[in-house]
């Protein structure tokens, strides 16, 4: 039932800032913790980020300092600001909802690449 769809990636310099939107339908929204992953070619799903229904962060020890995880429930979207990346952030980029119901749906992903 739940639908998420991602947005923002592109092609970005090393240093360089991008800031990726994940747009949820058919949960209670801000009911929901929120989730970032990646995936780069050749490799497993990779935890990036994580907010909580009432606001609190977590991120990757890889990301931490230059990533920021928020939300808009008034919009049903979270947000990744990524700032100074690096060529290793190359990856294609999802949102997920933590929930029971929600656990095996994932979006299309937004690819990121990070180069010169």
Known sequence: QVQLVESGGGL???GGSLRLSCA???IDFGTYDMYWYRQAPGKQHEFVAYITSGGKTNYASSVKGRF???RDNG???VYLQMNSLKPEDTA???CHAGGSD???TWGQGTQVTVSS
């Open 12 to 14: 970005v310099q090393p």
């Open 68 to 70: 920021t995880i928020s």
């Open 102 to 104: 929600t656990w095996g």
């Open 75 to 77: 919009k049903n979207t």
């Open 92 to 94: 294609v980029y999802y």
């Open 24 to 26: 949820a339908s058919g």
